[in-house]
């Protein structure tokens, strides 16, 4: 059964061009998969940080998402989390990057992660509103977003995984991959149609509510309000926006 694709065939067409995997973000999940030499990658959307040299079966329900697979794995299984058509440790390690808040049982597709494979490594989020992100004073529907409402964290992993580490990802200042707070430093970003298409937490906002709020962050870029609160950000190197890499299993 193909489950949960259907959101991102609608808001996922720019993902090829403003969701380009960061080297700096790839590491800790590389080094994390540790020795595993066989992975399925749950939810893979494009294939960011898949590793190169391993072998890598993605699982995607959505057709846009693997329409634009590109330089990744050809072997793609269109289905979603919470089933999986593999058998009991098929795998040495199963993979999810930042895709368990659009899964629709988020408890079935990580129990369904533990069944497919011994390790399991996760990389997720806490609520922009637990960081304080200043974007919410602009974007303020965010928080009626179901996937900011109560997206699945620590405490849900821990139910389903014998969880072994959790690590903090830090965002870097001249972050590649477009996701939520990527563009921490970099307000102007926010005020790309195409930079908001590939953030599901303004793309599944009304228009209306993403016009006006863009428009106030324009006001005050061009004022120099945004700079006067928040303008000592585009001098740090790095941003904890509370990403999170889950470790679990053996």
């Known amino acids: 059964m193909v489950t949960g694709g259907v959101r991102y065939d609608e808001i996922g067409r720019s993902y090829a061009v403003t969701r380009r995997e960061d080297p700096r973000i790839a590491a800790p999940i590389w080094r994390a998969l ?15 940080y898949e590793p190169p040299d391993r072998r890598v079966v993605a699982v995607e329900p959505s ?17 979603g989390a919470e089933l999986l058509p593999f058998r009991p440790g098929a795998f040495d390690a199963a993979l999810a990057v930042l895709t368990l808040h659009h899964w629709r049982d988020a ?14 490594v996760i990389l997720y989020f806490e609520p922009l509103r637990t960081t304080g992100f200043w974007v919410l004073d602009y974007f303020t529907e965010t928080a009626d977003v179901p996937s900011e409402q109560n997206p699945p964290g620590e405490s849900l992993i821990s139910d389903q995984l014998d969880i072994q580490d959790i690590q903090i990802v830090e965002v870097p200042a001249d972050c590649t991959d477009g996701f939520g707070a990527a563009y921490w430093s970099r307000p102007e970003a926010y005020l790309d149609p195409r ?23 324009a006001r005050d870029l061009r004022s120099g309000r945004w700079d006067d609160l928040h303008g000592h950000l585009r001098t740090q190197r790095s941003y904890d926006g509370g990403y999170r890499l889950a470790i679990a299993g053996s």
């Open 34 to 48: 540790g020795a595993a030499s066989t992975i399925v990658n749950v939810g893979a959307g494009t294939g960011n």
């Open 63 to 79: 057709l846009e998402m693997i329409g634009q697979r590109a330089g990744r794995s050809h072997l793609v299984v269109r289905c």
């Open 195 to 217: 930079v908001q298409a590939g953030m599901s937490w303004l793309a599944l906002q009304p228009e209306a509510a993403r016009r006006d709020g863009t428009e106030r962050l």
């Open 107 to 120: 408890q079935a597709g990580l129990a369904e992660m533990r069944r497919v494979a011994e390790r399991q």
